[in-house]
Protein backbone atom coordinates (compact mmCIF):
# COMPACT_ATOMS: atom_id res chain seq x y z
CA UNK A 1 0.00 0.00 0.00
CA UNK A 2 1.38 3.43 -0.46
CA UNK A 3 2.32 5.62 1.47
CA UNK A 4 0.02 9.26 1.71
CA UNK A 5 3.08 10.97 1.68
CA UNK A 6 3.74 8.73 -1.53
CA UNK A 7 0.21 10.34 -2.98
CA UNK A 8 0.91 13.93 -2.32
CA UNK A 9 4.44 13.82 -3.93
CA UNK A 10 3.09 12.21 -7.00
CA UNK A 11 -0.10 15.03 -6.77
CA UNK A 12 2.36 17.70 -5.95
CA UNK A 13 4.42 16.55 -9.26
CA UNK A 14 1.52 15.70 -11.42
CA UNK A 15 0.06 19.42 -10.72
CA UNK A 16 3.38 21.31 -10.99
CA UNK A 17 3.25 22.93 -7.28
CA UNK A 18 6.84 24.09 -6.60
CA UNK A 19 8.26 23.01 -2.41
CA UNK A 20 8.30 26.32 -1.80
CA UNK A 21 4.53 26.47 -1.70
CA UNK A 22 3.69 23.24 -0.34
CA UNK A 23 6.51 21.49 2.26
CA UNK A 24 6.37 18.66 4.36
CA UNK A 25 7.27 20.25 7.74
CA UNK A 26 10.78 18.04 8.61
CA UNK A 27 10.19 15.02 10.81
CA UNK A 28 11.50 16.42 14.05
CA UNK A 29 9.59 18.99 13.92
CA UNK A 30 6.83 17.50 12.12
CA UNK A 31 6.64 15.08 15.43
CA UNK A 32 6.56 18.32 17.81
CA UNK A 33 3.84 19.76 16.10
CA UNK A 34 2.01 16.63 15.62
CA UNK A 35 2.18 16.19 19.50
CA UNK A 36 1.46 19.95 20.22
CA UNK A 37 -1.62 19.68 17.40
CA UNK A 38 -3.06 16.57 19.51
CA UNK A 39 -2.34 17.99 23.25
CA UNK A 40 -4.44 20.85 21.87
CA UNK A 41 -7.12 19.63 20.01
CA UNK A 42 -7.94 15.97 21.41
CA UNK A 43 -8.73 14.52 24.50
CA UNK A 44 -7.52 11.81 26.20
CA UNK A 45 -3.85 11.80 23.85
CA UNK A 46 -3.06 10.60 20.54
CA UNK A 47 -5.75 8.16 18.58
CA UNK A 48 -6.26 7.23 15.10
CA UNK A 49 -9.69 9.76 14.37
CA UNK A 50 -9.05 13.00 15.95
CA UNK A 51 -12.74 13.53 15.30
CA UNK A 52 -13.95 10.86 17.54
CA UNK A 53 -12.87 13.37 20.68
CA UNK A 54 -12.31 16.96 19.98
CA UNK A 55 -11.56 18.91 22.87
CA UNK A 56 -13.57 22.22 21.55
CA UNK A 57 -16.86 22.41 20.72
CA UNK A 58 -17.43 21.47 16.79
CA UNK A 59 -19.99 21.64 14.10
CA UNK A 60 -20.13 19.28 11.06
CA UNK A 61 -21.89 18.50 7.58
CA UNK A 62 -22.48 15.45 5.54
CA UNK A 63 -21.63 16.13 2.20
CA UNK A 64 -23.24 13.08 -0.17
CA UNK A 65 -21.35 13.81 -3.16
CA UNK A 66 -17.90 12.61 -1.27
CA UNK A 67 -16.37 15.96 -2.66
CA UNK A 68 -16.34 18.06 0.90
CA UNK A 69 -12.73 19.00 -0.19
CA UNK A 70 -14.24 20.66 -3.17
CA UNK A 71 -15.21 23.06 -0.79
CA UNK A 72 -12.38 23.84 1.55
CA UNK A 73 -11.85 27.69 -0.33
CA UNK A 74 -15.29 28.29 0.46
CA UNK A 75 -15.27 27.34 4.36
CA UNK A 76 -11.54 28.68 5.76
CA UNK A 77 -11.47 32.10 6.96
CA UNK A 78 -8.62 32.93 4.06
CA UNK A 79 -7.70 30.26 1.07
CA UNK A 80 -4.23 32.39 1.04
CA UNK A 81 -3.19 31.97 4.37
CA UNK A 82 -0.64 29.25 4.88
CA UNK A 83 -1.78 26.66 7.31
CA UNK A 84 -0.75 22.79 8.75
CA UNK A 85 -2.30 20.39 6.29
CA UNK A 86 -1.74 16.86 8.97
CA UNK A 87 -2.56 13.89 6.89
CA UNK A 88 -3.80 10.57 8.41
CA UNK A 89 -1.26 7.80 7.64
CA UNK A 90 -1.46 5.38 9.59
CA UNK A 91 1.83 3.39 8.52
CA UNK A 92 3.90 5.98 9.85
CA UNK A 93 4.61 6.53 13.83
CA UNK A 94 3.15 10.40 14.05
CA UNK A 95 0.77 11.87 11.05
CA UNK A 96 2.83 13.99 8.61
CA UNK A 97 2.08 17.71 8.22
CA UNK A 98 2.28 20.13 5.13
CA UNK A 99 2.87 23.90 5.31
CA UNK A 100 0.43 25.22 2.80
CA UNK A 101 -2.40 27.18 1.39
CA UNK A 102 -5.55 25.88 1.48
CA UNK A 103 -6.15 26.44 -2.05
CA UNK A 104 -3.29 24.33 -2.57
CA UNK A 105 -4.35 21.89 -0.64
CA UNK A 106 -7.74 21.29 -2.03
CA UNK A 107 -5.92 21.27 -5.34
CA UNK A 108 -3.62 18.22 -4.12
CA UNK A 109 -6.43 16.62 -2.25
CA UNK A 110 -8.32 16.41 -5.88
CA UNK A 111 -5.17 14.48 -7.07
CA UNK A 112 -4.99 11.97 -4.72
CA UNK A 113 -7.40 8.79 -3.28
CA UNK A 114 -9.21 9.18 -0.40
CA UNK A 115 -7.56 10.07 3.03
CA UNK A 116 -8.51 12.15 6.47
CA UNK A 117 -6.66 15.56 7.17
CA UNK A 118 -6.64 18.47 8.88
CA UNK A 119 -6.07 21.52 8.19
CA UNK A 120 -4.78 23.87 11.35
CA UNK A 121 -3.86 28.03 10.93
CA UNK A 122 -0.62 28.52 13.08
CA UNK A 123 -2.38 30.34 15.35
CA UNK A 124 -4.48 27.53 16.24
CA UNK A 125 -7.62 29.32 16.10
CA UNK A 126 -9.67 26.56 14.45
CA UNK A 127 -9.43 23.56 12.22
CA UNK A 128 -11.22 22.28 9.57
CA UNK A 129 -11.40 18.23 8.88
CA UNK A 130 -12.86 15.25 6.60
CA UNK A 131 -13.33 12.27 7.74
CA UNK A 132 -14.21 9.05 5.81
CA UNK A 133 -17.83 9.37 6.21
CA UNK A 134 -17.42 12.31 4.03
CA UNK A 135 -18.50 14.40 7.41
CA UNK A 136 -16.85 17.95 7.25
CA UNK A 137 -15.65 18.94 10.56
CA UNK A 138 -14.56 22.13 11.66
CA UNK A 139 -14.19 24.05 15.41
CA UNK A 140 -13.77 27.17 15.86
CA UNK A 141 -16.08 30.01 15.17
CA UNK A 142 -14.70 31.13 12.36
CA UNK A 143 -15.18 27.38 10.57
CA UNK A 144 -18.42 26.29 12.77
CA UNK A 145 -20.40 29.39 11.21
CA UNK A 146 -19.10 28.90 7.44
CA UNK A 147 -19.42 24.83 8.03
CA UNK A 148 -23.39 25.92 9.28
CA UNK A 149 -24.08 27.91 6.17
CA UNK A 150 -22.67 25.94 2.98
CA UNK A 151 -24.71 24.14 0.61
CA UNK A 152 -24.28 20.41 0.93
Known amino acids: MELVT ?6 LRSLSIPQREFSQVPSIEGERLY ?32 KGFERITELVPDPVEVVWFVVEDD ?12 AAIQ ?6 YGFEYYLVPKSR ?19 TTRLESCNA
Open 125 to 143: AWLLCENHHNRMIGLGEEI
Open 35 to 66: KELVAHFVVGGDRRWWWEAFAIPSASREFTDG
Open 91 to 102: QMPFYPIYEATP
Open 6 to 11: EEISNA
Open 107 to 112: RVIAEC
